[in-house]
């Protein structure tokens, strides 16, 4: 009886182990990529190109994962930052390409804790 516990501790041990950490499967140069064709509408408005809207369907298609969208709105907030976004086109963009983000995309938005 004693072999079967210790038996049943060990396997625990090895799956406890050997569990998977969550990673973020997509990397900041797709989300660069994604949102490349939208940068004018970003920064400038006017009209949402249709390759836009594709890259941003894409990227929400990419990022299921916690660490996924983790990822893909820390990169988004970088691009933000560094290429000035107007936050209302920002704000707008999801809704004009039919997706839902967990995230506002905006230099001050807190990647942790939307998510």
Known sequence: M??????CVILMCMVVVGAPIAQATITCGQVVSGIA????YLQSGGAV????CNGVKG???LAQSTADKQTACNCLKSVAASTQFNPENAASLPGKCGVNLPYKISTSTNC???L
């Open 2 to 7: 004693a072999s079967i516990k210790v038996t």
């Open 37 to 40: 064709p939208c940068l004018t």
């Open 49 to 52: 190109p249709g390759t836009c």
């Open 59 to 61: 990227l929400v298609a």
């Open 112 to 114: 942790n804790t939307y």
